[in-house]
């Protein structure tokens, strides 16, 4: 199977982020979460990176999202990313899974 878009909201274990990372001000990442049924567990993070949009105002920009690329235990890669606009959140949700790829598995 090739890398799929999903776009859909997960679902993290509460006890899995690091409080360091949130500390600072940035996202954790959960080290599991729920989609559709399935739990997923990280074995690696592989990329990390942050999605700037411009405000009304040219010189500043606004982040809007943190994206996470992983690596699963059960060998998937999964982008991750972390809704930081309140508008912009669906249902409430924060966490999405962007896309999955299980061709390794």
Do not use: N
């Not at 592989?46 to 949009?53: A, G, M, P, Q, V």
């Not at 105002?57 to 972390?82: D, I, K, P």
Request: hydrophobic share 35%; glycine share 6%.
């Amino acid at each position: 199977m090739a890398e799929r878009f999903v776009s859909e909201a997960i679902t993290p274990d509460a006890g899995t982020f690091t409080p360091e990372a949130m500390a600072g001000g940035e996202p954790s990442l959960p080290t599991r979460w729920r989609w559709r049924g399935r739990e997923f567990e990280v074995a690696e993070e592989l990329e990390r990176w942050k999605d700037l949009t411009p405000t009304s105002f040219e010189a500043e920009r606004y982040l809007r999202r943190h994206w996470f690329r992983v690596r699963t235990v059960c060998g998937a890669t999964a982008v991750l990313y972390f809704q930081r606009r309140r508008r912009d959140v669906r249902g409430g949700k924060r966490w999405f899974l962007y896309t999955l790829d299980e061709r390794d598995r």
